[in-house]
Every structure is written in structure tokens, then in C-alpha cells.
């Protein structure tokens, strides 16, 4: 009996000290100002200049080649399978995940790149001179700042067809891809926008006086800080309905009700500023100033109980896209039984590829991706969606 009781109590021990943050092997040097995640591909950007990629969930880490310069890289982002950096210097692009390098676009006259988000066919970028516009994959770029007032844009958050820009100013709103802006920060008393997070209908601000929710598309802003004990939040990332908060000198949080209260999921972490989040199918990913990347099971800070075998799709499906036909924008519904590798992309009535809207690993479950079809002009439309051996395809029209 005692030593049944000691064996109890030493696993007990070992999985109380398995239950926090790891540091993962590296990267060896610097801050780590942003992450881009693809799959099994996870890219740490350094603030000192340099990335870093992993392919197994940060237990070892390799430079990416030389091609780009030697400045400071303050966000990353996945545009389908290519992978952009923005810099010090500008922004730059790699078709082979890292392997090599080449510029894209300096936007002068301050070309630090703060964000990047790709939103369907388009490409914008966050800088110190405001917002610029790519409708062509990057070829070319337009000022898109009507309505900005010359504002530093430090991040970018997407909810169908609203595109929210965070700056040292506050929250602006487009609807119309960019074309003008219009200040949306009514309730927020801290104008510092660090980062946006979207679970469903609900809108998170990260600000350096707290999250900031909005469930009417920006008209109203309320605090949602209860439990957070360090208001200044640089990160946000959400992982299904949970919302995580990296902050300056507190770590990291957690709320699982939208922001109404927040539980510190900092165990093991050093004492440091969290200036990036990021997760995979399994972990959370927390990016530091001076302290590498750490690394803790999504599993172990959300209970959430497995679901039944028959809560599971009894099989592969891709159901009618709606509303059908759709002016803009479109929801198109599919089932996944088991894991796996899922594509669904977007093809003209000739058969030209329009867009790819997911390329990566997916759990059984029910899923509604949004298309917005802004900048392709009306008529009939097919959408594909292929898992291993499977491959559907349905019909839409798009009436403007």
C-alpha cells in the first residue's frame, strides 16, 4: 500500500511540473516580435532581424537562408502557401517556405511594415505612413489612407467583409476593402491598438489599457478585464472560443467566456514581455522579449471534454454554399470525419484558379468558411474541396 501510494504521488509530481510552459530549443538569439504558422510550419520573426522556422512544434529550429536584409522583422503572414515579411525596410516574399527571398514592395517614406494581413485577393500592409493596398499579389501598391489621417497602423483584424485597423490612435473600420476608413473607438479610453482577435460575431481589441470587445461591428467598445491583472496587452490569438492575452509584464491569459473574465495560464513562463502568440492543433506558442519561444499543450489550459463518436460527421461532405446565389459574401459549409490534409479552393467559370480559402490539417468536425468575393465580378463560380482520396465540387453564382 505505501508504495502504491508513493508511485501516486510521484506521478502526481511529475505531471503537476509537466503542466506549464517549456522553453523550446530556440531561436538561440533576440526578441521574438511575430509568428506565421502553416500546417506544421511555425516562423518566428526576430526584432534584432532573422527568422527561425520549426516543423516540430519548436523542438528544434533552423535559420532561413540569407535573401533578406539585415533589419528588423515586426510581422509575418501566410497569402495562401507564400509567406510574407514585413521589415524595417519594406516587405518581402518566399514561394518555398523560407528557402529564398525577394522584395516586394518599400513604401516610402517610413517602410517599417508593422502588419500584414491578406484578405482574399488583396494584400494589406500596416506601416508608419498608413495603410498600403495590393490587388495583384504584391506587383503593385496604392496608398489606401482615406480617412486614416496619416495614423501608424501597428495591426489588423478581419471579420467578413470589415477590415479594422489598430493604431496609436485608436480603431478605424473599412467595408469597402480599404478604399476609406472611419474611426470606430467609441468606449475605448487607451487609443494604443496593439492587436485584434475575431470569435465569431465578437471583435477583440488588445490595447495598452486592456481588451476592448465590440459586438456591433465597431459602434461600441467595452473593457473586458476582469482578472486581467496587467492591462497592457501587445498579443491577442484565439484558439476556437478561447481567447489568449500576451501582456507586458504579467505573461500570459486566458478567458473562455469572451473577455467577461480572465485566468492567468502563466506557469513556468519567465518574467517577460509577450510580444507574440501562436497556436498549432496542439499547442500554444508564446513569443518573448529576449527569452526565445515557449511552448505549452493547448490541453492543458482548456478543459474541454472529447467529444462522442457520434457527435463526430459520419462523413465527407460539402454542402450548397449560402445564401446562393450571394452578393459579396457567401458561406460554404463542409463536414470532415477524421483528420486530415483538407483543400478548398475557388475556380472560375474557365476554370482558373480564383482563390484558395484553407490548405492544412483539419479534426473531424462541421465547418462554414466565408468567402468574400469583392474583387471578382459577377457570374458562376465552382468551388472544390479534395481530402486524401476525396474531391467535390458544386456550383455558385455571385450576382453584384
Same mark, same amino acid.
Given at each position: 500500500?505505501?508504495?502504491?501510494?508513493?508511485?501516486?504521488?510521484?506521478?502526481?509530481?511529475?505531471?503537476?511540473?509537466?503542466?506549464?510552459?517549456?522553453?523550446?530549443?530556440?531561436?538561440?538569439?533576440?526578441?521574438?516580435?511575430?509568428?506565421?504558422?502553416?500546417?506544421?510550419?511555425?516562423?518566428?520573426?526576430?526584432?534584432?532581424?532573422?527568422?527561425?522556422?520549426?516543423?516540430?512544434?519548436?523542438?528544434?529550429?533552423?535559420?532561413?537562408?540569407?535573401?533578406?536584409?539585415?533589419?528588423?522583422?515586426?510581422?509575418?503572414?501566410?497569402?495562401?502557401?507564400?509567406?510574407?515579411?514585413?521589415?524595417?525596410?519594406?516587405?518581402?516574399?518566399?514561394?518555398?517556405?523560407?528557402?529564398?527571398?525577394?522584395?516586394?514592395?518599400?513604401?516610402?517614406?517610413?517602410?517599417? &511594415? $508593422?502588419?500584414?494581413?491578406?484578405?482574399?485577393?488583396?494584400?494589406?500592409?500596416?506601416?508608419?505612413?498608413?495603410?498600403?493596398?495590393?490587388?495583384?499579389?504584391?506587383?503593385?501598391?496604392?496608398?489606401?489612407?482615406?480617412?486614416?489621417?496619416?495614423?501608424?497602423?501597428?495591426?489588423?483584424?478581419?471579420?467578413?467583409?470589415?477590415?479594422?485597423?489598430?493604431?496609436?490612435?485608436?480603431?478605424?473600420?473599412?467595408?469597402?476593402?480599404?478604399?476609406?476608413?472611419?474611426?470606430?473607438?467609441?468606449?475605448?479610453?487607451?487609443?494604443?491598438?496593439?492587436?485584434?482577435?475575431?470569435?465569431?460575431?465578437?471583435?477583440?481589441?488588445?490595447?495598452?489599457?486592456?481588451?476592448?470587445?465590440?459586438?456591433?461591428?465597431?459602434?461600441?467598445?467595452?473593457?473586458?478585464?476582469?482578472?486581467?491583472?496587467?492591462?497592457?496587452?501587445?498579443?491577442?490569438?484565439?484558439?476556437?472560443? $478561447?481567447?489568449?492575452?500576451?501582456?507586458?509584464?504579467?505573461? &500570459?491569459?486566458?478567458?473562455?467566456?469572451?473577455?467577461?473574465?480572465?485566468?492567468? &495560464?502563466?506557469?513556468?513562463?519567465?518574467?517577460?514581455?509577450?510580444?507574440?502568440?501562436?497556436?498549432?492543433?496542439?499547442?500554444?506558442?508564446?513569443?518573448?522579449?529576449?527569452?526565445?519561444?515557449?511552448?505549452?499543450?493547448?490541453?492543458?489550459?482548456?478543459?474541454?471534454?472529447?467529444?462522442?463518436?457520434?457527435?463526430?460527421?459520419?462523413?465527407?461532405?460539402?454542402?450548397?454554399?449560402?445564401?446562393?446565389?450571394?452578393?459579396?459574401?457567401?458561406?460554404?459549409?463542409?463536414?470532415?470525419?477524421?483528420?486530415?490534409?483538407?483543400?478548398?479552393?475557388?475556380?472560375?467559370?474557365?476554370?482558373?484558379?480564383?482563390?484558395?480559402?484553407?490548405?492544412?490539417?483539419?479534426?473531424?468536425?462541421?465547418?462554414?468558411?466565408?468567402?468574400?468575393?469583392?474583387?471578382?465580378?459577377?457570374?458562376?463560380?465552382?468551388?472544390?474541396?479534395?481530402?486524401?482520396?476525396?474531391?467535390?465540387?458544386?456550383?455558385? &453564382?455571385?450576382?453584384?
Amino acid at each position: 500500500m505505501k508504495k502504491s501510494v508513493s508511485v501516486l504521488i510521484i506521478l502526481l509530481a511529475v505531471n503537476l511540473c509537466q503542466a506549464q510552459w517549456v522553453h523550446t530549443s530556440g531561436p538561440p538569439r533576440g526578441s521574438i516580435s511575430c509568428f506565421a504558422a502553416l500546417g506544421r510550419n511555425l516562423f518566428a520573426g526576430i526584432s534584432g532581424g532573422g527568422i527561425y522556422r520549426t516543423t516540430n512544434s519548436g523542438s528544434t529550429w533552423s535559420s532561413v537562408p540569407s535573401g533578406l536584409p539585415a533589419s528588423p522583422i515586426s510581422s509575418l503572414a501566410f497569402s495562401n502557401t507564400t509567406l510574407l515579411a514585413g521589415t524595417g525596410v519594406g516587405i518581402y516574399r518566399s514561394t518555398n517556405y523560407g528557402a529564398k527571398w525577394t522584395p516586394l514592395f518599400s513604401p516610402s517614406p517610413y517602410a517599417f &511594415v $508593422n502588419a500584414l494581413a491578406p484578405y482574399g485577393t488583396n494584400l494589406f500592409a500596416g506601416t508608419f505612413s498608413g495603410v498600403y493596398l495590393s490587388t495583384n499579389n504584391g506587383s503593385t501598391w496604392t496608398s489606401a489612407n482615406d480617412g486614416l489621417n496619416g495614423s501608424i497602423v501597428y495591426a489588423f483584424g478581419i471579420k467578413g467583409a470589415e477590415l479594422f485597423a489598430g493604431t496609436y490612435e485608436g480603431i478605424y473600420l473599412s467595408t469597402n476593402n480599404g478604399m476609406n476608413w472611419s474611426s470606430v473607438d467609441s468606449g475605448l479610453t487607451n487609443l494604443t491598438v496593439d492587436a485584434f482577435a475575431v470569435i465569431g460575431s465578437n471583435v477583440f481589441a488588445g490595447t495598452w489599457g486592456g481588451v476592448y470587445l465590440s459586438t456591433n461591428d465597431g459602434k461600441k467598445w467595452m473593457p473586458v478585464n476582469s482578472g486581467l491583472t496587467d492591462t497592457t496587452v501587445f498579443t491577442l490569438t484565439a484558439s476556437g472560443t $478561447n481567447l489568449f492575452a500576451g501582456t507586458e509584464n504579467k505573461g &500570459v491569459f486566458l478567458s473562455t467566456n469572451n473577455g467577461m473574465s480572465w485566468n492567468p &495560464v502563466d506557469s513556468g513562463l519567465p518574467n517577460s514581455a509577450i510580444y507574440a502568440l501562436a497556436v498549432d492543433d496542439t499547442n500554444l506558442f508564446a513569443g518573448t522579449y529576449d527569452g526565445g519561444v515557449w511552448r505549452r499543450p493547448l490541453a492543458e489550459m482548456i478543459q474541454s471534454p472529447e467529444p462522442s463518436k457520434e457527435e463526430f460527421p459520419v462523413r465527407f461532405e460539402l454542402r450548397q454554399n449560402y445564401p446562393n446565389p450571394f452578393n459579396l459574401t457567401t458561406i460554404i459549409p463542409f463536414s470532415v470525419p477524421i483528420s486530415g490534409k483538407v483543400t478548398l479552393r475557388i475556380f472560375d467559370a474557365c476554370g482558373r484558379l480564383i482563390t484558395t480559402l484553407i490548405d492544412e490539417t483539419k479534426g473531424p468536425g462541421e465547418y462554414e468558411p466565408l468567402w468574400n468575393a469583392a474583387h471578382v465580378s459577377s457570374g458562376t463560380y465552382f468551388y472544390t474541396m479534395t481530402s486524401g482520396r476525396s474531391a467535390l465540387t458544386k456550383k455558385m &453564382v455571385l450576382v453584384k
